[in-house]
């Protein structure tokens, strides 16, 4: 999308906001202020300073998740780990959202995780019974967890033969408020890889992650 379509965009889609604090170089707020103004007066509607911001914010964003996206194509299949003093194992696992809603809303409705395509879907082979999985909406945060069933079910998507592989997650629980990444760090003191389908967590990040679910 170029910058002047998500102006345009912008301009009619005005969302809910949270505060953000930033210090910019003098020079650099000068520049806001003239393309605000330029902006402004050839389309006859108010743009603010803090509006193109968040338009060029988007837009590096998008442009980052590309090329991160492409580095971790490479090593979309992850290598799990086990441990004998760590039996209980736990991963986070992205929802698809952004790609495709109805993927995410039939992992949340069902109870499920599921992988498509590639080596992506093979991390849900690599799921053992009882294995814990968060399920992570991309802008959101994590929306719900249950624990992994021995079962693999292959399926086909969007016409494709058995392009899906889904486990059911046993014990699910949808949660009623996303856990956001900056709540996810707060509560773990650690950082993810949001990049990945699949990560594996170490047991530290996953208890501290369910305790904060029971607290």
Not at 41 to 67: C, D, M, N, P, Y
Request: aromatic share 8%; net charge negative.
């Amino acid at each position: 999308m170029s910058t002047s379509s998500r102006i345009k965009n912008l301009l009619n889609h005005k969302g809910d906001l949270q505060v953000l604090s930033l210090r910019l170089k003098p020079e650099l707020i000068n520049k806001l202020d003239e393309y605000s103004q330029t902006v402004s007066a050839l389309t006859s509607e108010t743009v603010t300073r803090s509006s193109l911001i968040e338009t060029f914010i988007q837009g590096g964003i998008e442009e980052l998740e590309k090329q991160l996206a492409k580095e971790n194509d490479d090593d979309a299949l992850i290598t799990t780990k086990d441990n004998q003093q760590e039996q209980q194992r736990f991963f986070l696992l992205n929802t698809n959202f952004t790609n495709d809603e109805n993927d995410h809303y039939k992992m949340l409705e069902n109870g499920e995780a599921s992988a498509f395509y590639g080596d992506w879907k093979h991390n849900i082979e690599r799921l053992k019974e009882g294995d814990i999985v968060f399920l992570y909406q991309s802008g959101h945060g994590i929306v719900g967890y249950g624990n992994a069933d021995a079962y693999l079910d292959k399926r086909e998507h969007h016409g494709e033969v058995a392009e899906c592989y889904t486990r059911k997650l046993n014990n699910f629980i949808r949660l009623d408020n996303a856990l956001s990444a900056r709540k996810m760090k707060d509560v773990t003191k650690t950082d993810f890889n949001f990049m990945r389908t699949m990560v594996q967590l170490n047991k530290k990040q996953g208890e501290a992650l369910l305790n904060s679910f029971k607290a």
